[in-house]
């Protein structure tokens, strides 16, 4: 298979997604160069970075503001081939209550609805930026990446209160 261009936005110490070891050659992008990024900058305004086949883009978005997170959508279709897609993970605030009451256990331990509502607060007071300053439901998340742009979006409700969108250009 021919390799394509991924941009790993938001990529912070995390590997190349699964799905695309072998299939695309990743070039990370983060606002932190603590996590020594390909390209460092904002995903709101990444800058002449050239074009990608492809976008991955996952638990970073609610970390910005609305007005910034449709900025950084914009800039995914602005930097994606004519061809290209994005995928796009966020927390699932559908049915979330802002409670104590654990929801799942992830490898950074117990969450619960207050954690995916305002991020992992145990995290928090060395880590401030983890903060979450922007929330999704399936509808949201739609209607956000078709308001910037994309022409195809398929949002679907994931275990662990995870929302994947795949969107195309």
Known sequence: MKEGSLLHVGCGGDP????AVGRYKEVRLDISPNNQPDILASMADMGEIGT????H??????HLVPH????A????????NPEGFAIILVPDLEDVRATEEPLYTAPCGTVTGLDLIYGLRQLLPSMPYMAHRNGFVSQTLHDACIDAGFSKVTVKRLENY?????AQK
């Open 16 to 19: 190349i997604p699964e799905w």
């Open 52 to 55: 990608y086949d492809a976008i």
């Open 57 to 62: 883009c996952s638990h970073a978005l609610e």
């Open 68 to 71: 910034e997170g449709n900025s």
């Open 73 to 80: 959508l914009r800039e995914f279709v602005r930097v994606l």
């Open 162 to 166: 995870n929302l994947m969108a795949v």
